[in-house]
Antibody
């Protein structure tokens, strides 16, 4: 399985950050897997954002829940992230990642840097 | 949120040495802990899950131990390709959380 993020690398403050993850080599509808977004602020650690299950249920980090939507398009074997009302604090590398159940994460996409500008 | 603390923050070692990294949880996570390696400019790579089970294709020189709140990742006979940042992650509580990382670099 391979995952690849795509989307704008630059987003203006107060607007919506939108990213898509294309999955190849496996189906996002496969039972037992969850499809995650994880971010890493520049030079910092890792923050779990949220996930969507193989059956379409979503689970969000409560710290981002009010601004966050994760969705899936099974026909395209993709899942997406939308984060509203972004600020400079949302500048980070965003990774899409397969979750083994809602447990550990493997594999990871290469990551994409999203910069929020004023 | 479960806080994970990793020590040391940075470790300078020579190839061939044995390395022990620590991860401590603010409350018990049972054995629901994973370890990842990240190299500059790359995504993290899963090394260990279930506190002690090596992921597919991970060399036997990597081993994990612990349960509850205290965990250890040991790298025996450190190789040049093992340098990078190591993160622990718990999946016993919501939200899933990561430690701040231990950087392993060349002495």
């Amino acid at each position: 399985v391979q995952l690849q993020e795509s989307g704008p690398g630059l987003v203006k403050s107060s607007q919506t950050l939108s990213l898509t993850c294309t999955v190849s080599g496996g189906s996002i509808s496969s039972s037992g897997y969850y499809w995650n977004w994880i971010r890493q602020h520049p030079g910092k650690g890792l923050e779990w954002i949220g996930d969507i299950s193989f059956s379409g249920y979503t689970y969000y980090n409560s710290s981002l829940k009010s601004r966050l939507t994760i969705s899936a398009d099974t026909s395209q074997n993709q899942f997406s992230l939308k984060l509203n009302s972004v600020t400079a604090a949302d500048t980070a590398v965003y990774f899409c990642v397969r979750g083994i159940g809602q447990n550990w994460f493997d594999p990871w996409g290469q990551g994409t840097l999203v910069t929020v500008s004023s | 949120e479960i806080m994970l603390t990793q020590s040391p923050g940075t470790l300078s070692v020579s190839p061939g040495e044995r390395v022990t990294l620590s991860c401590r949880a603010s409350q018990s996570v049972s054995s629901n802990l994973a370890w990842y390696q990240q190299k500059p400019g790359q995504a993290p790579r899963l090394l260990i899950y279930g506190a002690s089970t090596r992921a597919t294709a991970i060399p036997a020189r990597f081993s994990g131990s612990g349960s509850g709140t205290e965990f250890t990742l040991t790298i025996s006979n450190l190789q040049s390709e093992d340098f990078g940042v190591y993160y622990c992650q718990q999946y016993n509580h919501w939200p899933r959380s990561f430690g701040p990382g231990t950087k392993v670099d060349i002495k």
